[in-house]
C-alpha cells in the first residue's frame, strides 16, 4: 500500500474544493476515488473534532492556477 505524505493529500483537497471533479484527480494522479473520499471524510472529522493541523512548513505555498494546471506541478509532490 502507497503511504502519501500529508502535503500531498492536502493538495489533492484543495483542488477537489476548487472544483475539480475527483474522478478526473484519481484519474491525473493515479489515486482511486475512494481513497480521495476518505481522505476528505477524514479531514471533516479532524475539523468536527478540532484536531486539523492546516499549517504546513515544509511545503511551498499553494501556486494559484487552473485546478487541470496544477494537477501536473502536484504530481509525484511530497509522496512517500
Known amino acids: 500500500m502507497t503511504r502519501y505524505l500529508e502535503p500531498f493529500r492536502r493538495k489533492v483537497l484543495e483542488l477537489i474544493a476548487e472544483g475539480k471533479h475527483v474522478k478526473h484527480v484519481a484519474e491525473d494522479l493515479g489515486l482511486s476515488q475512494q481513497t480521495i473520499y476518505n ?42
Open 39 to 80: 481522505w476528505r471524510a477524514q479531514k471533516l472529522i479532524n475539523m468536527v473534532e478540532g484536531s486539523d493541523k492546516s499549517s504546513v512548513d515544509s511545503c511551498p505555498p499553494v501556486i494559484r492556477a487552473e485546478p487541470d494546471a496544477r494537477i501536473s506541478d502536484i504530481r509525484g509532490f511530497c509522496m512517500k
